[in-house]
């Protein structure tokens, strides 16, 4: 019975799954950067009562990091997203097919099942403030229901941003 309950739970965990890319200018000193602030006419492509989740969950991961919000700050940010839907995986095949002596023929269908993924592609961008110019992106790739409760809708914003930031600043390659 246990070892059911780790399946459905590892099934629920994987469909659920935030991705993530990230990009970064080499040339960088991250450790310049300590105060941030957002574009004025930033357009996240989210509703308002889930961009003010998803800024208040990045303000504060941002002040867990020491990065102050600030007026006058050292960089920008600006968050854009996008909805899209994944197509079905699975799919049920129907077969007609008939034979025999050295005659056949058949015809298949494919019936997709259930509905359509529907995924929330959030891209932020880290902009210097004084050079204009882009030094840090990450894009982020989830399962997203606009129909969620408010309390579901905050915890994945909060998972989002965890996640992204895990890897800021990034690290120094070895040489």
């Not at 310049?32 to 991961?61: F, I």
């Not at 990065?67 to 079905?88: G, K, V």
């Not at 309390?151 to 390659?173: G, Q």
């Amino acid at each position: 019975m246990k070892k059911w309950h780790l399946v459905l739970c590892f099934v629920c965990f994987a469909c659920s799954s935030i991705r993530v890319q990230y990009d970064y200018d080499k040339g960088t000193d991250f450790s310049n950067y300590a105060t941030y602030n957002y574009y004025p006419d930033m357009q996240t492509g989210l509703s308002e009562l889930d961009t003010k989740r998803l800024l208040k969950a990045l303000d504060s991961v941002l002040l867990s990091r020491g990065i102050q919000f600030s007026e006058e700050a050292d960089f920008l940010i600006n968050i854009e997203s996008r909805e899209f839907r994944m197509p079905q995986g699975s799919t049920v095949g129907v077969g007609v097919g008939g034979g025999g002596r050295n005659v056949g023929g058949g015809v298949s269908i494919g019936l997709p099942l259930g509905q359509p993924n529907s995924e929330r592609e959030i891209v932020f961008d880290f902009v210097d403030s004084q050079k204009d110019a882009l030094f840090w992106q990450a894009v982020s790739e989830s399962s997203f229901r606009e129909n969620a409760s408010p309390n579901t809708k905050e915890k994945l914003l909060r998972e989002i941003v965890i996640k992204v930031f895990a890897k800021y600043p990034p690290k120094k390659a070895i040489k």
